[in-house]
């Protein structure tokens, strides 16, 4: 046991059952990790009246049971599986600064890649999962334009704007790696879509959560992973987000650090863009393109390599159906109406503009695709 | 002294023959009920007894056994009461033997000696092989159906026996009630806009293809569905004889006689699965699905339904009559039926549109896994209905009104008779190469749609069939891309919850 570094310890702390953040830092206040642990076993943090009375009445049985459940861990063991898995498990002292300097700082981090990736400027990119595909394109968008330009995009690895902005991050000739922050354990891949972007992620960058392996995706655990990645961003960029979105959380952390929070416009009548628009008319700067955003970083925006548009030109009609299309998800119904034709002539437009790559179907739904992919 | 008359009872929507055999002889007083008879048949001693003795027509003090014939057939209501009452007055010299000899019985009753209609009269009297059968004035409209036999409608008992001793004539038949007209079914040309869902109607219409409407509540698929009885065309005297036969056996009001609007039926979430699909008692009553024979079932919220009551539909869906058994046997009953079914796309009840929703995922996914895939595979036609914008709506014109659709849907309908005998719903993957060749740029578009993996082996043939409908109402001999884009285009993913195999 004398050959175990002290993150093993933390470790193995922090895989007991009810052992929160809030409460880990009681535990190792003022004690080492190998203490802390030696204590647990041999009764004497069970006898620690201030501990006991910093966990209220629950205190006793608490640390009982995780005094039972240290006896019976094979600590070398848990060791060794983060070792396998590359994942580093660090206290606060060696954190990275912007979370050392947080005031809401973390206990202990479980992290796959290492703190060298969170040197440069960092951007986080968030919004809703249930997003339009125009949230996605500029998600996207943003994501590869910032990775181009030496910006780290932080996100959380959720559905919808977070992973696109991700992909986005990945795609091209990225300078800046990758940084995202989790709610579940790094060995619980959520959601399951995203399986391969988490890979890569923590293979090109930095994967960072507070949770223990095998911590499943708890919704608590969400708001906490949201002040993370308000804390590691210099900025915080909101693609799209529904009025009681998830990532107005992300925001509000954001206005407690004084981060600048930009917002993305969207259409009056798309409820993803809803929180989003209010952002903007509450003072959140409008981000109509990644300068805005570079701008804010103190960033000169470099030379825009043009966008190659190679997709074949719509005939008349196609481009007739793609103007009644318009940016905001429509119904084969709308497009019918706008247009004139009848069903038939539009449905077969539509199919070829699909072909063409103009047009994505999503359930029974049509969206524009602007130029890049 | 014995005496015999005719009467019938009702399996499912059949109606069986019954002989009413009564015995009366001395011993002490006794009134025995023989022959299956269930609560309500057994019953008829008291209801025979006071409706005799009201009349003034007498009781015998003495051992009464009624054997109701064939012993094995159960015997189910209150339609025997009538004969058993004639076949007592025989057996007690009140009326003369060979009177009754012509005539069936069918009536409930009345304590004070009135007959009563009952329900499932007209496959009753046909069941009878009498050409006279005396019935309650109410069942005269059903009973007159049948055309070879002649309905003698009588309102009491003391009226029947008068006649019957030859002291008075048949009462007149009475004058037909004012017939409550069915309500007028609602015309198309009330629904603005909403092309895809109105075409969609068109085609469920002509084709016979069953239909998922799926969108937001307000969006109008009740005000659509409701519509769709007014495509089809009008019951053919056999069906409509049909169909009239089973609501008569599930004890629907038929004050206008025989049936020829196409019917629509529309049971609440709440259904029990035998109310869906038939039985219950020994009388086995007709299900929804029976009901909705030659016209329209309609399912709105299709996610809320148990899903016992859904599985029920496979069979009548496949086969298009529905098999029921209880202790006492079976039945098949008809069950055919274009399904209309309505969804929300998620439960908050927002949009379908990407975006629009609020639900948390798991909410969403449970609420997609209580439709069966089997079930929805089901649906030909899979359409986004739409509260339609304010902007949209001004600029569309004013739609085709029923009468023009409908128009257009006979047609189509023959056409698809004349050249496989039947509707499209019903044509084999088989069939389709001859009756629905594909054009090269149709082929491509069926390719790509499986390639991309929105349509399954079986989705293609669907689509197949659905286009052919489109060129059958458009009065095509080939079925043309904008047929086959439209198909496609008729068959979303309405869920997004992926391909279903
Ligand atoms: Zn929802």
Redesign the pocket.
């Known amino acids: 046991m004398t050959a175990l570094p002290p993150a093993a310890h933390l470790a193995a702390l922090m895989s007991l059952d009810g052992m929160w953040p809030r409460r880990a830092r009681l535990v190792l206040a003022r004690r080492s990790p190998e203490a802390a642990w030696e204590a647990l076993l041999d009764g004497a943090l069970a006898r620690s009246v201030p501990l006991l009375r910093a966990l209220r009445g629950r205190g006793p049985e608490l640390v009982q049971g995780w005094a039972e459940q240290a006896r019976a861990l094979d600590v070398p063991r848990l060791w060794q599986r983060h070792l396998q898995l590359g994942i580093g498990v660090t206290e606060p002292r060696a954190h990275p600064a912007a979370l050392r300097e947080d005031p809401a700082p973390p206990t202990v981090l479980f992290h796959r890649g290492g703190f060298d990736h969170l040197d440069g400027a960092r951007v986080a990119i968030v919004g809703t999962r249930k997003c339009t595909r125009y949230g996605r394109d500029v998600a996207f968008d943003l994501g590869a334009q910032l990775a181009e330009a030496g910006v780290g995009v932080v996100s959380g690895l959720a559905l919808g704007i977070d992973a696109e902005a991700h992909r986005g991050a990945l795609a091209g000739t990225p300078t800046a790696p990758p940084i995202a922050v989790v709610g579940s354990g790094l060995d619980v891949v959520y959601p399951r879509a995203n399986d391969v972007l988490w890979q890569q992620v923590a293979e090109r960058g930095l994967l960072l959560s507070e949770a223990p392996l095998g911590a499943a995706p708890e919704g608590w655990r969400f708001p906490a992973r949201n002040r993370l990645i308000a804390a590691l961003a210099d900025v915080v960029v909101v693609v799209e987000s529904h009025v009681r979105g998830g990532s107005m959380s992300t925001v509000d952390e954001a206005l407690r650090r004084d981060r600048p929070v930009l917002a993305v416009p969207g259409s009056v009548r798309s409820d993803a863009s809803a929180g989003t628009n209010a952002l903007l008319a509450q003072g959140a700067g409008p981000v109509t393109g990644v300068d805005d955003v570079l701008a804010v970083l103190g960033c000169t925006p470099g030379p825009r390599r043009p966008v190659a548009d190679d997709r074949l030109a719509p005939d008349e009609m196609g481009a007739t159906v793609l103007d009644a299309v318009g940016w905001q998800p429509s119904t084969l119904d709308q497009v019918v109406l706008r247009t004139a034709f009848d069903v038939g002539a539009v449905a077969l437009a539509v199919e070829r503009l699909i072909e063409a790559g103009w047009l994505v179907r999503t359930g029974g739904w049509l969206e524009r695709v602007p130029a890049h992919r | 002294m014995l005496a015999i008359t005719a009467s019938a009872t009702i399996a499912g929507v059949d109606g069986r023959p019954v002989s009413v055999e009564v015995h009366v002889a001395g011993g002490l007083p006794a009134f025995t009920v023989v022959g299956l008879p269930d609560t309500s048949c057994r019953e008829a001693r008291d209801r025979v007894r006071a409706a005799l003795l009201s009349s003034e027509l007498g009781w015998p003090e003495e051992k009464v056994t009624v054997n109701l014939a064939p012993s094995g057939l159960p015997k189910v209501g209150s339609g025997l009461d009538l004969a058993i009452a004639v076949a007592l007055m025989v057996a007690l010299d009140r009326v003369p033997r060979d009177s009754v000899t012509n005539l069936g019985f069918l009536a409930e009753l009345g304590l004070d000696g009135a007959l009563r209609p009952v329900r499932g009269a007209l496959p009753m009297v046909a069941a009878m092989d009498r050409p006279e059968v005396v019935v309650a004035p109410g069942n005269h409209a059903e009973a007159q159906l049948v055309e070879r036999v002649q309905s003698r409608p009588v309102s009491s008992l003391r009226q029947l026996a008068e006649v019957l001793r030859g002291e008075a004539a048949w009462p007149p038949v009475p004058p037909p009630r004012p017939v409550a007209t069915p309500p007028p079914v609602p015309d198309l040309a009330d629904v603005r806009g909403q092309p895809v869902a109105r075409q969609a109607l068109e085609v469920a219409a002509a084709g016979g293809h069953h239909l998922l409407m799926v969108g937001p509540p307000g969006a109008g698929k009740t005000m659509l569905a409701k519509r769709l009885p007014g495509l089809l065309p009008p019951l053919d005297p056999g069906d409509a004889l049909t169909v009239t036969r089973v609501w008569s056996a599930a004890g629907l009001a038929l004050a206008g006689g025989l049936i020829r609007v196409p019917p629509f039926r529309a049971p609440h979430h709440q259904i029990s699965s035998v109310a869906m699909i038939g039985g219950g008692s020994a009388a086995m009553c007709p299900g929804e699905v029976s009901l909705a024979n030659g016209g329209v079932l309609f399912l709105d919220e299709l996610g809320e339904f148990p899903p016992a009551a859904l599985e029920a539909l496979r069979q009548p869906l496949e086969e298009g009559t529905v098999r029921v058994s209880r202790v006492h046997g079976s039945q098949t009953y008809p069950a055919r039926f274009v399904l209309v079914a309505a969804m929300n ?6 949009s379908g549109a990407p975006g ?4 948390s995922d798991s ?2 996914a449970r609420y997609h896994r209580r439709l069966s895939a089997p079930l929805l595979d089901r649906f030909d036609l899979r359409v986004v209905v739409e509260r339609p914008g304010a902007a949209d709506l001004l600029s569309a014109p004013v739609g085709e009104g029923s009468a023009a659709v409908a128009q257009r849907v006979a047609g189509a309908r023959s056409r698809a008779r004349a050249r496989s005998g039947g509707l499209n719903v019903d044509l084999r993957p088989e069939e389709l190469n001859r009756v629905a060749p594909l054009t090269p740029g149709s082929r491509f578009l069926l390719e790509r749609a499986v390639t991309d993996g929105r349509l399954s082996g079986r989705g293609l043939h669907r689509v197949r069939t659905v286009a052919r409908t489109m060129a059958d109402l458009d009065g095509a001999q080939a079925v043309s891309d904008e047929h086959l884009a439209a198909a496609l285009a008729h068959r979303v993913d309405p869920l997004g919850i992926g391909v279903r195999p």
């Open positions: 796309p998620c439960p908050c009840g927002e629009g929703c609020r639900c909410a969403r």
